[in-house]
């Protein structure tokens, strides 16, 4: 399956999560929404944060590597959003829905949540784009 002419936005969720995690989506359309699509989609299927932590890194480390740019990969970004997401889905009458979630969780679509959490001197960091680092920021 390859995704260079089609919207990743009109492929369903199963279609969507195996274009992810098979490199066949395009790196140029897999931009903020895609990442929590994909995020809550990995929680949803796994049921538990280590593996889908686990897939997305690896999906996402793949997708950087197919766009020529690897290092943009950044383990503290991926590790803390994948948490922010977790902890919404455990809270949140959403009821296993991508679409509902989304409804109900506008800002992680639309802001920077993790800006009340690290500083952006902190993400800057190569330690943080290497290993996830504990926020030192008070929310």
């Known amino acids: ?37 994909a995020a809550y989609l990995l929680l949803n299927a796994t049921r538990e944060f280590a593996p889908a932590l686990q897939r997305m890194s690896v999906a996402l480390k793949a997708i950087a590597g197919k766009a020529g740019v690897p290092e943009k990969y950044h383990e503290t970004i991926t590790v803390a959003f994948m948490a922010l997401v977790h902890v919404r889905m455990a809270g949140d009458a959403h009821g296993g829905d991508w679409q509902a979630f ?22 800057a960091s190569p330690l943080a784009r290497r290993v996830f680092i504990l926020p030192t920021q008070a929310a």
Not at 102 to 122: C, F, H, K, V
């Open 1 to 37: 399956m390859t995704t260079d002419t089609i919207d990743p936005a009109s492929l369903s969720d199963d279609a969507f999560l195996a274009a992810v995690e098979t490199t066949a989506i395009s790196p140029r359309d897999f931009g903020h929404f895609s990442h929590v699509r």
């Open 102 to 123: 989304a409804r109900s969780n506008p800002d992680l679509l639309n802001s920077n949540p993790l800006a009340g959490i690290y500083t952006p001197e902190q993400l």
